[in-house]
């Protein structure tokens, strides 16, 4: 099958929004430019992979699927101080979590040490590297600014043969971090910062979790990211924007050595989600500090928190796809974000009854002992799901909010002499409170209208109050976590000065509610199973759980704030 022919079927297999780099890919293979394509995804294992990153899995991986190519999985571990086998063995369950697979193509910079440190030796014989003896310090003032132009190193004549020879000392680990480094001879005036005689290698007398105690010595990002994307045949490497000014070193440092191919970059513009912070190195204080209960905490942006809070891998892919891929940096809307979780637990979460702030009921007029079976719907939106029987008596138990002593015009639920219909069950009318020595309301006595059986009446009349409910003798206790936005301030790029993003975290991002009732069904509720709790959102069971103390994570609320915000726009 030709290319053009390839590109052709698989659009019509699947549906995608075109953007900017599917254009270039096509116009690619289209020319023959390339016969595939191959992209990569190259995370640095220092911290959790949060919902930017997902964003970036679902671009690579999914580019590679659509035109039939093959997407790597590359861990640029080049900063020993800061990496951890535990973000490597996270981040592959994140991939694979999202529904992506990379094969037998795992790759580490680690890989390519060797290789890395003979191109660097390539770069000094060639007289575009030298040995500097600059501190951080210095270095950061003989770099310039964007208005000043940088000054040379004085060590930036050296020869060779002495370039060579304290290269191969660094490496051998004579001397001390942070006195020599190895730079990149380029232009100390040049427009762009990142092309004044960069840093290619430092010294890092520090453990790798994979090489050891094997190097001394450790090489950049700009450096090892091309070079690695060339020895693996890379075709189009796609990174966000702030990497847009990096391009040019890429190209440079591509063009001087004898690689095998000169991949393209392509940017585009980072995921900016509303509430959230995207710096991996906040999160990693919000779990140091203890403000969240790790990198897996439910109000966490890592892919990990969203498993664990209920998120669904369909609905981060569909996230990923509506809001597409630009230049243009912007802030996206969470309540979208909600609005593809609701839409996929929509269709896949069975419903059940559940009870948060139990108020008791009693059907006066209802058999002292009778219980009885109602049939309910698993799922109204697939009727492959089957139905589930729920047990009702005498005795009951409905939500405290649903009953008021003194409605409000339009108060359709519960209160003295009206009529409501009890979920799948009956017609019931309160006739008396019954309250405690402080006034509390602690039970509620109504009668029931044996005829309504299953929700409606041969009458006719219309009752427009339906309460959720669950049965006294059968209910299970269970605790509920209400999970919400983790900051209050939309967009956390905008604080205010003199503030930190501790100053916004939101005191009500968790709520625990203890001694909620459920229906017994959902006493067999395995961990990471989904509900939707009616009337009060989309749930899932929490890895904590145990049998007989069961928790559910609020996933999202029933409330569909996106369907409303996109009718104005």
């Not at 890092?204 to 091309?226: A, E, F, L, S, V």
């Not at 007029?365 to 089957?386: L, Q, R, T």
């Not at 509720?525 to 904590?544: M, P």
Request: include cysteine; hydrophobic fraction near 35%.
């Amino acid at each position: 099958m030709d290319t053009k022919e390839n590109i052709t079927e698989n659009k019509e297999e699947k549906a995608v929004t075109s953007n900017f780099i599917r254009s270039i890919i096509e116009r690619d293979l289209a020319s023959g430019k390339h016969k595939s394509i191959v992209t990569r995804f190259p995370p640095e294992p220092n911290g959790y992979l949060h919902i930017g990153h997902a964003k970036s899995i679902c671009l690579n991986f999914g580019l590679a699927n659509d035109y039939r190519g093959r997407c790597h999985l590359r861990f640029d571990d080049s900063n020993p101080v800061k990496e951890d086998v535990e973000y490597v063995n996270s981040i592959m369950e994140d991939v694979h979590w999202l529904g992506f697979d990379w094969g037998e193509h795992l790759y580490y910079a680690s890989d390519y040490f060797d290789k890395l440190y003979e191109f660097a030796e390539y770069l000094i014989k060639a007289g575009k590297a030298f040995v500097c003896d600059l501190s951080w310090e210095e270095l950061k003032e003989y770099r310039g600014t964007l208005t000043v132009p940088g000054k040379d190193s004085p060590y930036r004549n050296r020869s060779i043969e002495e370039n060579l020879d304290l290269f191969r000392r660094m490496k051998a680990g004579e001397f001390p971090e942070g006195s020599r480094t190895l730079r990149a001879k380029i232009d100390m005036a040049s427009p762009n910062l990142n092309m004044r005689d960069p840093v290619i290698y430092r010294i890092k007398k520090t453990h790798h979790h994979r090489t050891g105690n094997d190097w001394q010595i450790y090489p950049m990002y700009d450096y090892t990211h091309c070079v690695s994307d060339a020895l693996e045949g890379i075709t189009h490497s796609i990174c966000t924007l702030e990497f847009e000014d990096h391009r040019p070193l890429y190209d440079w440092f591509l063009d001087q050595l004898p690689v095998p191919c000169h991949p393209q970059q392509i940017e585009f513009a980072r995921l900016n989600l509303a509430y959230t912070i995207m710096s991996k190195r906040l999160l990693l204080e919000l779990v140091n500090n203890h403000l969240v209960s790790g990198w897996d905490d439910p109000r966490m942006p890592t892919i990990a928190g969203m498993r664990r809070r209920g998120f669904t891998p369909e609905a981060i892919r569909d996230f990923s796809e509506r809001i597409g891929v630009s230049k243009a940096n912007s802030l996206v809307n969470d309540e979208l974000l909600m609005f593809c979780v609701r839409e996929d637990l929509n269709k896949r979460a069975e419903r059940r009854m559940v009870v948060v702030n139990p108020l008791k009921l009693t059907i006066t007029n209802y058999p002292e002992g009778k219980i009885e079976d109602f049939a309910a719907e698993n799922n109204p939106e697939d009727p492959s799901a089957g139905k589930r029987k729920i047990k009702f008596s005498r005795h009951l138990y409905i939500e405290k909010d649903d009953f008021s002593e003194n409605p409000v015009k339009g108060w359709f639920r519960l209160s003295l002499g009206k009529e409501v219909r009890l979920k799948y069950a009956y017609y019931i009318t309160c006739n008396e409170v019954i309250k405690n020595e402080k006034g509390e309301i602690i039970e509620l006595l109504c009668t029931y209208d044996e005829k309504s059986r299953g929700g409606w009446t041969e009458d006719g009349r219309k009752v427009k109050g339906t309460l959720h409910w669950v049965c006294a003798e059968s209910a299970i206790p269970v605790e509920l976590r209400l999970y919400d936005r983790l900051f209050t301030l939309a967009d956390m790029s905008n604080m205010e000065e003199g503030k930190t993003y501790q100053d916004y975290l939101n005191p009500n991002s968790l709520i625990v509610k203890q001694n909620c009732l459920a229906e017994e069904n959902l006493q067999e509720a395995k961990i990471g199973e989904h509900y939707q709790f009616l009337r009060i959102g989309y749930f899932n069971v929490d890895y904590n759980s145990k049998p007989g103390a069961l928790i559910f994570n609020r996933i999202v609320d029933l409330k569909d704030s996106w369907a409303k915000l996109s009718k104005k726009i």
